[in-house]
């Protein structure tokens, strides 16, 4: 019962009363509500945070992380890396678990959208070390994907989501689904 009220505790700490932007060298997306913000935070596994059931390593790359916010505590979300392609800051961020790094990204806390600590991890610095870019997410891709060569952005060339397209359909609903979706809309 006191993790759940510390995790409510956590979740609620607003990030606003803090200027996170100073020395943020993070570049715009263009996000509704985005700031930048470059602070220190501890990497954690949010499971074993809420409820204690810790797992080696933050889960060896099967859960997300998050990060733990030094200066008021609060668990900050990291739901996507410096790419374009809303991928891997679990990825970015899961060799640093239980360490304390530097990030600098775009928040995006605003109550009115249901967004609270959403993260968007640009640079990535551990203690004492340089600055990293958060972008290894394309290159494990890569590097699982050998075959999945070509032009384009890597998810019309993931063999998963061929395979899932094949099956199912753009939509899921199946090819005859999709073709009714096409014709009506293109």
Request: aromatic share 10%; with cysteine; proline share 5%.
């Amino acid at each position: 019962m006191i993790r759940l009220a510390l995790a409510a505790a956590l979740l609620a700490a607003p990030a606003a009363a803090q200027d996170f932007s100073a020395m943020s060298e993070a570049k715009t997306w263009n996000l509704y509500a985005e700031v930048p913000a470059r602070f220190t935070a501890r990497v954690a596994d949010p499971v074993c945070e809420l409820t204690g059931q810790c797992a080696a390593d933050c889960g060896t790359g099967q859960r997300q992380v998050v990060l733990i916010r030094d200066a008021d505590d609060a668990m900050v979300f990291p739901l996507k890396n410096s790419q374009a392609a809303f991928t891997g800051a679990a990825v970015e961020l899961a060799p640093f678990c239980g360490q304390t790094v530097e990030v600098d990204g775009l928040l995006i806390d605003d109550p009115d959208i249901g967004a609270t600590n959403v993260y968007l991890v640009q640079r990535i610095r551990p203690e004492g070390g340089a600055w990293l870019r958060a972008n290894q997410w394309t290159k494990d891709w890569a590097a699982r994907n050998p075959d999945a060569t070509g032009k384009g952005p890597w998810f019309r060339r993931d063999p998963r989501i061929i395979s899932e397209i094949e099956a199912e359909g753009y939509l899921g609903l199946g090819e005859e689904a999709d073709a009714a979706f096409i014709a009506d809309w293109f």
